[in-house]
């Protein structure tokens, strides 16, 4: 079992940052991959952000690459996504997940096994 909790959400204006983190505990020696994914009111999961853990390669949603950076700190067990020039449209719950099994990392949500309760931004015009 991997345990994962989100923090660092809240409620900014356009333009602004925030910076999220995701603390993972368990069976973390295992998990290969983590993301961020993000879900609107009325809307489908998306994936925004993953890194492989092992060798830290990332992937982006197009929707926030340039904006958002997903890093992770190894010794914590910890993964951020600092997210730069924030847009109304990036309001949403933004969830973590790990996935223990896949050395292929992708922004597909049915690849991850754990998920976090999630952490609520706003992010206002």
């Known amino acids: 079992q991997v345990h994962l909790v989100e923090s660092g959400g809240g409620s900014v204006q356009a333009g602004g940052s925030l910076r999220l983190s995701c603390a993972a505990s368990g069976y973390t020696y295992s998990v290969k991959c983590m993301g961020w994914f993000r879900q609107a009111p009325g809307k489908e999961r998306e994936g925004v952000a993953i890194i492989y853990t092992g060798g830290g390669s990332t992937s982006y949603a197009d929707s926030v690459k340039g904006r958002f950076t997903i890093s992770q700190d190894n010794a914590k067990n910890t993964v951020y996504l600092q997210m730069n020039s924030l847009r109304p449209e990036d309001t949403a719950m933004y969830y973590c997940?790990?996935?223990?099994?896949?050395?292929?990392?992708?922004?597909?949500?049915?690849?991850?096994?754990?998920w976090g309760q999630g952490t609520q931004v706003t992010v206002s015009s």
């Open positions: 997940a790990a996935d223990p099994f896949n050395w292929l990392c992708l922004l597909d949500r049915s690849q991850y096994n754990f």
